[in-house]
């Protein structure tokens, strides 16, 4: 079952002299549990095309379908409600919030949501992020990789129907890099994770079951 279709979608900056195709009329569709890669070039449009998967922003054309729910055709406030809830991004700078702990850097989409947290969830995912002895740590208490797990942890805590990674292991080294792709991968096995990451490391992309590759915008080859 499709958890994710995307429908003709392309978004144009600027007119005229200086108009700029970033995605050009992309579709595709993600079944539940995939971990996908989207490669490309620099410039090629993967992350504006992740940017819209994930809400936050629009597209000049096309859908972006997750769950049966047409995302842009959303009210405003029911948009932000699917961003905190549907969706999780991560990204290469890890935006932790510099005076919360581990604890609440995780837990605090939740507690925006005015929802419980669920201790056990949060107490078990930082027991498999290697976390257990850093959980009052604030973040410049923390090495890159020891920030990104507790990204991750944040939107693993908000089970989000998609996980979204932009370049995620883009600041770290070698060894942390292998480690938080081996814990993206275990996420997508146990927790039945879909996950889409965005990466121009070839050897990370080989991990996934499905790579996408942009060229221009456009997609040149989809090859599980």
């Known amino acids: 079952m499709s958890i994710l279709k995307v429908e003709n979608l392309s978004k144009i900056y600027g007119e005229g002299q ?8 992309i579709s595709f569709e993600v079944e539940k549990g995939e971990f996908i890669a989207i490669v490309g070039a620099s410039g090629s449009g993967k992350s504006t095309l992740l940017h819209m ?7 000049t054309s096309g859908k972006v379908i997750i769950n049966d729910v047409d995302v842009y055709e959303l009210s405003e406030e029911k948009q932000a409600q699917f961003r905190r809830r549907d969706v999780a991004l991560i990204y290469q700078f890890y935006n932790l919030i510099p005076v919360l702990n581990v604890e609440e850097n995780m837990s605090l989409p939740i507690k925006l949501d005015n929802k419980n947290v669920n201790k056990n969830k949060l107490n078990e995912l930082i027991a498999k992020l290697g976390l257990e002895e850093r959980r009052k740590n604030l973040p410049n208490e923390l ?26 292991t883009g600041n770290l080294d070698s060894q942390n890099s292998k480690e938080i792709i081996e814990l993206l991968k275990k996420s997508n096995k146990e927790y039945n994770q879909t996950i889409i990451l965005v990466t121009h490391d070839e050897t990370i992309a080989k991990q996934a079951d499905r790579v996408i590759t942009l060229q221009d915008g456009k997609i040149v080859s989809d090859k599980k």
């Open 143 to 168: 090495s890159g990789g020891q920030q990104q797990r507790v990204a991750i942890g944040r939107s693993l805590l908000q089970e989000p129907a998609i996980l979204l990674a932009d370049e995620p």
């Open 53 to 59: 998967i994930g809400g936050v922003d629009k597209p």
């Open 18 to 25: 200086t108009k700029t195709v970033a995605v050009d009329n």
